[in-house]
């Protein structure tokens, strides 16, 4: 499955007028596939992972995720399959105090109405994929930053979604652990098949995307070739 985005124009108001947020964009992001978004702040990278999450209605173009149209599905429907087709990894973890890391990904899975037993085996299997199967049992508190952020990455992947987007994973890490968490996603968007985009400031690792293109002023320029 992919993610299409295709000429998708999405505006807001501005006092009398209108800002143009994204401007007629258009991406493909093939199954087992990393894109990065790269580009300066207010240059519309937020506004694409949005209309890519349903989130955000654009004002004309289509969204297709996991082979279904966006535009013809209701308000329910999108919110079933944001549950079901979409993860999504913010740039703060955001992790429930109360809960353990493995507990994290069991509250997703609950939205999805899977059975209980299951829960704690796929969350066990998934925070050993990102490196934390000895952090089941530790609350947010207890792990560092890098460590929450696998937890984030973990919780987005616990519905075993076809998308995944990833907001600025690494503004919050060294460069060490940035380069860490870079090389988990690219890893288990291989491993998984999902279409990844992922919005990063941090040119220094983009030589592991499969594609790198730049927002401005609301439009997609060619892709950069990776090196």
Known sequence: ??????????????????????????????????????????????????????????????????????????????????REEIGIVFQQPNLLASLTAAEQLQVMAHLRGRPSRQLRRRALELLDAVGLADKADKRPHQLSGGQRQRVN???????EPAVLLVDEPTSALDHDRGAAILDLLVTLTRERATATVLVTHDHAHLERMDRTVTMADGRLTEPVAAS
């Open 1 to 82: 499955m992919t993610l299409l985005v295709h000429d998708v124009t999405l505006t807001y108001p501005d006092g009398d007028d209108r800002l143009t947020a994204l401007d007629a964009v258009g991406l493909e992001v093939p199954a087992g596939t990393l894109t990065a978004v790269i580009g300066p702040s207010g240059s519309g990278k937020s506004s694409l992972l949005a209309v890519a999450a349903t989130l955000v209605t654009p004002d004309c173009g289509q969204v297709v995720v996991a082979g279904r149209d966006t535009g013809r599905l209701s308000a329910a429907e999108k919110s079933a399959l944001r």
């Open 153 to 159: 990455i973990a919780r987005a992947l616990m519905n």
